[in-house]
């Protein structure tokens, strides 16, 4: 890199835990990044599954689901951050561009953060009262809680060969068994987890 302070985006990237990170939430984890800027970043652990599944979620906030192929699907655990609060990563719902209908910009549930490459991240109660109704999106990712980053604190982790990086690949998210998903991610780069020593420097 020329410029050591110009800045990176690694928004719908996956930062991959290298070995020598052992912290407790991150520990062999991969996290897609859904926003990151000059303030900081948000990310979701794609790689924990927690102890309870999408049917027992729905029963929590008086819900019925709906779709008989998420019944028995994981919700995860997403970061350290506000475990209590849900978040759905799902396939773009933008409504098709019409004069009638939303812009491109714009997600047909109330609170969705856009991300660029077709991924949308909604808070909103609407995604799950659209799940529940056996509707929603076709392929959806839940999790308790989020991972975040302040202001350069990601790029010094970096810095610090706590994290590989690579564009994600969304197949990864949700085709891929759990168990495989570290080295599915791994594999984006031409690594295999054996390669990795936890005092490696970068290449």
Not at 106 to 135: C, F, Q
Not at 146 to 169: C, F, K, P, R
């Amino acid at each position: 890199m020329t410029n050591d302070s110009a800045p990176i985006n690694l928004t719908n990237h996956f930062l991959i835990a290298m070995p020598g990170l052992d912290d407790a939430a991150f520990a062999q984890s991969v996290v897609f990044l859904c926003e990151h800027n000059e303030r900081g970043a948000l990310g979701l652990v794609i790689n924990k599954p927690s102890d309870i599944d999408l049917k027992a979620l729905f029963g929590k906030v008086d819900l019925p689901l709906g779709r008989k192929d998420l019944q028995d699907a994981p919700v995860f655990q997403g970061g350290p951050v506000q475990t209590e609060r849900g978040f759905v990563l799902h396939e773009s719902m933008n409504l098709p561009s019409s004069p009638i209908s939303a812009t491109p910009n714009e997600s047909v549930y109330a609170s969705t953060l856009l991300i660029p490459g077709g991924l949308e991240m909604t808070t909103s109660r609407d995604v799950l009262e659209a799940l529940a109704s056996g509707a929603g999106p076709s392929r959806v990712f839940v999790t308790l809680g989020y991972a975040a980053w302040g202001e350069g604190q990601l790029e010094s982790e970096i810095g610090e060969n706590s994290w590989l990086t690579v564009s994600a690949d969304r197949s990864v998210i949700f085709d891929t068994p759990v168990a495989q998903r570290y080295d599915k991610a791994l594999a984006l780069l031409g690594l295999q987890s054996w390669m990795l020593s936890p005092d490696a420097g970068h290449a």
